[in-house]
């Protein structure tokens, strides 16, 4: 079965999502306050967001090949809610198997070495992979129902993994907070990034679910994804 899928991003008026320029104190409430309020059993992130969670301490994996079969790996946890991480060349580095109280699942290509294999069992980090040398984010889905019972996941973002899902048709739900900000800047990252310029690729469109003023002068948006409408 197919987890229900809900992107969730804080994004400013022109669909910007990184807040250098923005000078909010505070500002991780804007997007974790309305992110709790989303029942799921996972939150899933790109590589790049996640290594702001992952070890900052330098690693040594082994030298050479280890004797680990590129098979999924469910490490021991007690949590009942997940932290998943998009890493298909195995990137992040771990001192646990914990960011807050979730239980980190790397999802990995089989490029990964099985020294990178053997520092995840080391911590008991599980890890699943999604495909050889590219990711099948359906078959992903697939695995987090199948091996762990996730049922709901929120997409945390960035801009890239969000969107790589949307490219995939896998999102249902879309729940945006919109920032009271112009950003302005060019070239920096948007909600979904998915492609340059205009490809055969149709826009998806999203049907008014619910609407919110927050925090004052911020709203929070929620939409379903219109899959009538996609192409
Ligand atoms: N405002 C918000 O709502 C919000 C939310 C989250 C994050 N952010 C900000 O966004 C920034 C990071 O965003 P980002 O777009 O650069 O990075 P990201 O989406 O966090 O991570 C992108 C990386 O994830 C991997 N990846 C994602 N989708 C993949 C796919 N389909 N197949 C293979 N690999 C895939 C790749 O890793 P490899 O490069 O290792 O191949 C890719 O480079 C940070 O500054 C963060 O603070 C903002």
């Known amino acids: 079965m197919k987890p229900y899928v809900i992107c969730h991003s804080l994004g400013s008026v022109d669909g910007k999502i990184k807040q250098n320029i923005w000078g909010y104190k505070d500002h991780h409430k804007y997007f974790e306050e309305p992110a709790a309020k989303i ?9 790049v967001t996640m ?26 946890y007690s949590t009942k809610t997940f932290a998943v991480v998009i890493d298909p060349s195995g990137k992040c580095l771990w001192d646990t198997n914990m960011v807050s109280t979730e239980h980190v699942i790397e999802v990995l290509t089989k490029k990964v070495s099985t020294a990178y294999l053997d520092h ?3 911590k008991n980090v599980s890890y699943i992979f999604g495909g050889e040398e590219s990711l099948d ?33 896998l999102i249902d739900e879309f729940s945006f ?40 002068d911020f709203l929070w948006i929620r939409y379903m994804v219109d899959k009538n409408k996609r192409s």
Do not use: C, M
């Open 51 to 76: 290594q702001e969670f992952s070890s900052k301490k330098k690693h040594t994996l082994k030298k050479g090949r280890v004797n680990i079969p590129k098979e999924d790996f469910v490490g021991q």
């Open 120 to 122: 995840l069992r080391s």
């Open 39 to 47: 029942k799921a059993d996972a939150w899933l992130v790109g590589r």
């Open 177 to 216: 907070v919109l920032a009271p900000i112009a950003d302005g800047t060019t070239g920096s990252l948007t909600v979904f990034e998915v492609e340059e310029g205009y490809g055969k690729r149709k826009a998806t469109r999203l049907k008014l679910k619910s609407v919110k003023k927050i925090f004052d």
């Open 137 to 169: 984010l359906e078959l992903v889905l697939e695995k987090l129902n199948t091996l762990f019972g996730i049922k709901r996941v929120r997409i945390d973002g960035g801009g890239h993994v969000n969107g790589s899902f949307l490219k995939a048709g």
